[in-house]
């Protein structure tokens, strides 16, 4: 069985903490770990599990890489979309990649930002659906419904109970009413996501009923090559690629569809109410990260990433404090979130996108301040890492070790600086940060000139494969 893990979402309903550069999948909403740490952690201790293949945005590659070496995790290999298609087409990648090992090898697919609690009975409904999977039959894991839900599709199964079952139907979102319909009839489940059957029976079905999705799959296949663990898709062929969801593509039309009942604390994670109810509660019924104090305040959710926040006698409030901005709302409103995420993009904000503090594969940097002629940067290297050999139009830089050893490249020269020593880069010349030590470099650089865009970079060398137009 290899586990395919999907990390293509934006979780934009968990702004301003996710964003489209660094969304939820990628950051410890619940734990310690990362959501998508959590999901592959969580896959140990089942037998003839093989190393996953994840599949991811392109713009997220090292994110990926970085994560599953934090935890010393093996993989099969990354698979690169260079434009985001749905679900359909990022598993026929994923099975087309697997079917050069193994044509009737058994794909567990999985969505990267899930939290699943009890692992023992998700290990157990992973056994009961290897078995229909090897059978031929298609499995999807239909969530055993808590409570009437409006936020999720739901599928009918033919029959009750903790075994698999054939599906009668796939439903949509559905109102207040009609769920509350569908949890007392006990026949009906949340759709969840996860999958599982063997590789020929999927391909065969999708080449069934979206021979297109298959056909632009195949060909952005056939020309892929590798960088390390990186599989790279052509991307002409992949954006001719239909953008459909394996729900609407294979699960509602085929006769092979499966379900087996999962009741093992599912949840998506999909809004910060959720993140609530899966936290770890105090006896007021808060739920606090980070530096916080409450006076007669319960039912919250509070989130702050670097400083003290304090709240005095509210209650069912959301409240996160990032970098650059703070999000307040109201427990029962948190979908709404989303509407100001797309009036963000709309006024073409950065909020929207990218967070104060970037991480790059070398890596990262805080924009600590910043003025009209001058932007002040906090830069960690990681060690024996190194920033791109490159140039800038439009700014000159002065750089001030704090913390590390820093090998520095300017024009033809190249030296060591330590702890309190300062060097200048002027506008025009070709320069180059390493971190040579055993520890991480810590640096303050200030950048002075008329355009201090992150695209003003010329690059002449770059290990990590990375083109002009970039960030550093």
């Keep these: 069985m290899i586990p395919v893990i999907l990390s293509g979402g934006s979780g934009s309903r968990l702004w301003p903490l996710s964003r489209k550069q660094r969304p939820k999948q990628f950051l410890p909403v619940v734990g310690d770990e990362t959501l998508f740490q959590s999901t592959l952690l969580r896959l140990q201790g089942i037998a003839g599990l093989e190393s996953p293949l994840v599949v991811c945005n392109e713009d997220h590659r090292f994110m990926v890489a970085e994560q599953l070496r934090e935890f010393d995790l093996d993989n099969q290999g990354i698979v690169l979309e260079p434009v985001g298609r749905n679900t359909a087409p990022a598993i026929a990648l994923a099975a087309l990649q697997a079917r ?4 009737d090898a058994v794909l567990l697919v999985l969505p990267a930002d899930h939290v699943i609690e009890d692992k023992a009975a998700f290990h157990e409904a992973i056994e009961l659906a290897e078995v229909e999977a090897k059978a031929g039959k298609l499995v999807t894991f239909g969530i055993v419904p808590t409570q009437p839900e409006t936020g999720y599709g739901y599928i009918q199964a033919e029959g009750q109970g903790t075994t698999a079952s054939a599906v009668k139907r796939f439903v949509e979102k559905p109102d207040y009413e009609t769920a509350e319909s569908y949890v007392s009839s006990g026949d009906y489940l949340w759709n969840s996501g996860i999958f599982m059957f063997r590789v020929d029976s999927f391909l065969q079905a999708l080449g069934e009923y979206q021979p297109l999705v298959l056909a632009a799959c195949e060909r952005a296949m056939v020309q892929t090559h590798s960088d390390g663990d990186f599989i790279r898709l ?27 009942p999962l009741n093992a604390g599912w949840n998506d994670v999909g809004a910060w109410s959720a993140v609530w109810s899966v936290g770890q509660q105090d006896g007021n019924g808060n739920v606090l990260r980070g530096d916080t104090m409450l006076h007669e305040s319960s039912n919250n959710l509070v989130y702050s990433e670097r400083r003290l926040v304090s709240l005095v006698g509210v209650d069912d409030l959301i409240v996160v404090d990032t970098k650059d901005a703070i999000l307040v709302a109201h427990k029962d409103n948190v979908q709404d979130v989303k509407k100001i995420v797309d009036r963000l993009k709309d006024e073409g904000r950065t909020e929207a996108t990218i967070h104060r503090e970037v991480n790059r594969p070398w890596g990262a940097y805080d924009s600590i301040d910043s003025g009209s002629r001058f932007q002040v940067k906090r830069i960690t290297v990681k060690p024996g890492a190194t920033l791109s050999l490159q140039k800038h139009h439009h700014r000159a830089e002065h750089w001030i070790v704090v913390r590390g050893t820093a090998e520095v490249t ?16 002027p506008l025009g010349s070709t320069h180059r ?12 650089e200030v950048q002075s000139g008329s355009y201090l865009g992150e695209d003003d970079i010329v690059r002449f060398e770059d290990r990590y494969g990375r083109s002009d137009k970039k960030s550093a």
């Design 100 to 103: 050069e090992q193994q044509s």
């Design 234 to 260: 052509d991307t002409k062929s992949f954006e001719q690629c239909p953008d459909i969801s394996i729900d609407y593509a294979v699960m509602e039309k085929t006769q092979h569809a499966v379900v087996v």
């Design 410 to 425: 300017c024009d033809e020269n190249v030296f060591l600086m330590s702890e309190n020593e300062s060097t200048y880069i």
């Design 433 to 444: 940060l390493s971190n040579p030590g055993k520890v991480l470099l810590e640096l303050i």
